[in-house]
């Protein structure tokens, strides 16, 4: 054969070479959920991808007995076509045995890496950066070698499962979408400019519900605004000016024995029309959802879907209220600030190394704006001020302080037993090494 043909030869070797290298990591870098969508919007191949994804092991196989075939001709070409010229050339300043075995090794080193760079890692790379559009173009080619190759697909497949098999070796692809998949999906998004990063952090939010607890986004007892079951009208309309809420529980006695709640659209509508708000009138106050402080916020959701409400009083295990929750308070745990605007920010940045933040802060929050990943023992709080007291054991008082995740968090103001302002500051990371107290 001469130089000409064997040239045109090993071309198309290489090319049909890289065809199958990038058939074969398109199909498995293609995301199903993106083919899934190329379906819905009338792409048949995309459906036919699908399918050979569900069972691919046919696929692959024409895929390996192509690419090592094909391997193995183009260095038979390659050697014979390059090997004979490149000994002649070492031939001109040394011996012919030793001309013969360095044409040998320069003939296979070029072959080699011209298999390996135009064969293997460009198609793989560009098969990567768009896998559903090479998928989906070489699908139908694929599919029709799939027949052709059936008897030596059918053998070589037999085999490898059977020594997967004995080797306990996994043989099906796991195609379960966690949460955390869809977390890192979004991530990439953000990071990529897809997504911006407020939708980033909402669709983090979303799955945060699962795991925090209605403590987090509840409005504490101690800024509840109540009404007494005998309040005169009087108190009720200065009450309902200085502390403007949609709702407010209705009490015999004292806080811990809630009747159930009014809602000041109601109180509204009849001092409009000069009408009494004399709590007294039993139709005034409705029924009020009561429910366990250790529920998460997608188990208060549910709670308010199944009771038609949106606003529930919070008890511990001793039955004593401890806060009240609505529906706005959920939902801004997703949104932010998007749906609470006018709330003042529980976590301010003063500048590039210090933050205030209020004690009632949920720690998860604190974390987050912090990049903090270790969180100390995380269920036995869920505040900031809750943090503090596990790590100093007592109630914070003042001035305390104390080291953790490369921060120092200090104490500035307590009302009383409340947690208001704690300062956190940036620690050198050598500082950092250990917690402290």
């Known amino acids: 054969m001469n130089l000409g043909l064997s040239l045109l030869l090993l071309a198309a070797l290489i090319v049909a070479a890289a065809f199958f290298s990038i058939s074969e990591i398109a199909l498995a870098a293609s995301r199903r959920l993106r083919l899934k969508q190329m379906a819905d919007d009338g792409d048949l191949r995309a459906e036919k991808v699908l399918r050979v994804q569900e069972q691919p092991g ?3 196989t024409v895929v390996q007995i192509a690419v090592n075939a ?6 038979i070409v390659g050697e014979g076509m390059l090997s004979g010229y490149a000994t002649d050339l070492f031939a001109r300043w040394m011996p012919a045995a030793t001309a013969a075995t360095l044409g040998f090794l320069a003939s296979f080193l070029l072959i080699t890496s ?7 890692l460009i198609p793989k790379q560009v098969g990567m950066a768009e896998p559903e559009r090479f998928a989906v173009r070489v699908i139908e080619i694929m599919r029709f070698l799939m027949k052709v190759f059936k008897p030596f697909v059918w053998f070589y497949s037999r085999l490898s499962e059977v020594l997967i098999r004995l080797l306990g070796l996994p043989y099906q692809r796991d195609d379960r979408v966690t949460s955390d998949d869809i977390l890192a999906l979004a991530e990439a998004g953000a990071r990529s400019g897809a997504l911006a990063w407020g939708e980033q952090q909402v669709i983090e939010n979303v799955f945060e519900l699962d795991t925090r607890t209605v403590p987090s986004a509840m409005t504490q007892r101690d800024r509840i605004a109540w009404f007494h079951l005998d309040e005169q009208e009087d108190i009720i309309r200065a009450r309902i000016a200085a502390e403007p809420y949609a709702t407010y529980p209705v009490c015999k006695g004292d806080l811990d024995h809630v009747i159930g709640y009014v809602d000041a659209r109601v109180l509204f509508q009849r001092l409009l029309n000069s009408q009494s708000i004399s709590l007294q009138n039993q139709s005034l106050i409705q029924k009020v959802l009561v429910i366990p402080d250790r529920l998460t916020l997608a188990e208060v959701l549910a709670q308010f879907r199944q009771a038609g409400e949106d606003f529930a009083v919070i008890v511990n295990e001793y039955s004593l209220v401890v806060g009240v929750v609505t529906l706005n308070d959920v939902m801004s745990t997703v949104m932010g600030d998007l749906v609470s605007p006018w709330d003042e920010e529980q976590i301010i940045r003063r500048d590039e190394n210090s933050w205030l933040i ?4 949920p720690i998860q929050d604190v974390c987050r704006m912090l990049e903090i990943d270790d969180i100390l023992v995380e269920d036995d709080y869920e505040t900031l001020a809750g943090f503090l007291m596990t790590m100093l054991r007592r109630i914070p008082r003042r001035t305390d302080t104390v080291s953790w995740g490369g921060y120092t968090f200090e104490v500035l103001d307590v009302d009383t037993y409340r947690v208001d302002q704690v300062l956190a500051s940036r620690i050198a990371s050598e500082q950092a090494a250990k917690p402290g107290v």
Request: overall charge negative; proline content about 0%.
């Open 58 to 60: 046919h696929y692959f």
């Open 70 to 75: 094909l391997a193995i001709l183009g260095g």
């Open 114 to 120: 011209t298999f390996i760079i135009l064969t293997d």
């Open 358 to 361: 209020d004690g009632a802060a």
